[in-house]
T-cell receptor, first 116, second 113 residues
Framework: DTAVSQTPKYLVTQMGNDKSIKCEQN?????MYWYKQDSKKFLKIMFS???????INETVPNRFSPKSPDKAHLNLHINSLELGDSAVYFC???????????????FGAGSRLTVL | DAKTTQPPSMDCAEGRAANLPCNHS???????VYWYRQIHSQGPQYIIH???NNETNEMASLIITEDRKSSTLILPHATLRDTAVYYC??????????????FGKGTKLSVIP
């Protein structure tokens, strides 16, 4: 029944490794997002996809590569992990990208990444 | 950058109304005001949004001033489970018909027994 589900919930890894976080939504939404929440609790948008097309890419290092195989999935792959990548990553979805008026986001429970 | 200003923290007695203010003096005429909250370690949760008129749903009421430069989120009977960080957000136009929600620092509401 989970609307937006992320896996894994926790991820502990060494610097330099490559890891992925998966996200799936069963709401039939067209738009999906990745947000990062750092240790200071600021929640910042990283990427947004609308119908599998990238529409927002906010000054995120090239080591981060989102992949959207279909509009229900948006995965985040991170290469060469660094200490500063430690954060909670939230996936979200909305009906559309907001052009039709309001865009209400539904968030997942988050994936806590710890880089040692 | 977030286009809203909120007090960093507030306390509210359990069972009383919690009134959370937000200033958004640069809001444009056709932009919505959104409220989300984040309970510790959970994903942000949508509460309510409005354009000009006051809005009410099962979670809260939203009062928007006539000039739309500020709004107040009202939780009518706060419970301990309402302890969370509350975010007031105005969308940022990103281009090509897309918008993004930029989260500021929010207001940490503590509901006290």
């Amino acid at each position: 029944d989970t609307a937006v589900s992320q896996t894994p919930k926790y991820l502990v890894t060494q610097m330099g490794n490559d890891k992925s976080i998966k996200c799936e939504q069963n709401l039939g939404h067209d738009t999906m997002y990745w947000y990062k929440q750092d240790s200071k609790k600021f929640l910042k948008i990283m990427f947004s996809y609308n119908n599998k097309e990238l529409i927002i890419n906010e000054t995120v290092p090239n080591r981060f590569s989102p992949k959207s195989p279909d509009k229900a999935h948006l995965n985040l792959h991170i290469n060469s992990l660094e200490l500063g990548d430690s954060a909670v990553y939230f996936c979200a979805s909305s009906q559309d990208s907001g052009g039709s008026g309001a865009n209400v986001l539904t968030f997942g429970a988050g994936s806590r990444l710890t880089v040692l | 950058d977030a286009k809203t200003t909120q007090p960093p923290s507030m306390d509210c007695a359990e069972g009383r109304a919690a009134n959370l203010p937000c200033n958004h003096s640069t809001i444009s005429g056709n932009e919505y005001v959104y409220w989300y909250r984040q309970i510790h370690s959970q994903g942000p949760q949508y509460i309510i949004h409005g354009l000009k008129n006051n809005e009410t749903n099962e979670m809260a009421s939203l009062i928007i001033t006539e000039d739309r430069k500020s709004s107040t989120l009202i939780l009518p009977h706060a419970t301990l489970r309402d302890t969370a960080v509350y975010y007031c957000i105005v969308r940022v136009f990103y281009g090509a018909g897309s918008y993004q929600l930029t989260f500021g620092k929010g207001t940490k509401l503590s509901v006290i027994p």
